[in-house]
């Protein structure tokens, strides 16, 4: 009996020798970010370590590195849908034992934000324009470091916060919130075509109308 004990406890061990490990590598991940990899990582099925190296520059945002001698499908399918539950295209490559790391199925999980990486300097005053009511074009916006104030025509001001988001602005108001694609388009003005920082309003909310508004500033030189 205690031989058939001993066997099985052997067993066990064995296979979680045999188990691969995934190696997790981050740069630039804003916490919210952090926070939902290290969720979905938790809630895999393979045991996995952070590792604190820079990821190779010639990497895609987003790499899965899989060991060419043990391949597991089923798991690396999971991790490439964890890098897309946060908005990344997964690259897949593949590599030899000759790096350590990556022998007997390991797989390496490399994940990079390069949009948390450049400088983001929103715009301290634009208006609003393309409304799905034409009553609330032209307010005056204004943003400071964590608030942005809207004056309504009434000449209320309505002050609310905001955050620079995975390449998106996002304002909040009560339970839900406004986001916005940003783009630097010409202009068309009475003198000539100007440049301009543009955030379209990308869904419409029931209320306040007001958020269903692209912001816009124009350059005049």
Known sequence: MKNGILICVLA????????????VFSENLQDEQRNQLDAALKAQSLPYEYVELAIPSEFSEATLLLSSDKIYPKE??????????LGYEPQVNYTTRSNHFYGDGNI??????????????MPKKLRT??????????????FANEHVEFTLSSGAIVRLSWEYLYGYLVIYYKNHSQTYSHSQPLINTPFGAKPSDTYRFTAHVNNPSWLDCSLQIVYMD
């Open 108 to 121: 390496g999980f490399y994940l990079k934000n390069a949009v948390a990486g450049t400088t983001f300097v």
């Open 12 to 23: 066990l061990l064995l296979a979680a020798c045999q188990q691969p490990t995934v190696y």
């Open 76 to 85: 690396t399918e999971k991790l490439a849908t964890i890098m897309q539950g």
């Open 129 to 142: 324009t393309q409304c799905s009511e034409d009553k609330y074009n032209d307010l005056a916006v204004k």
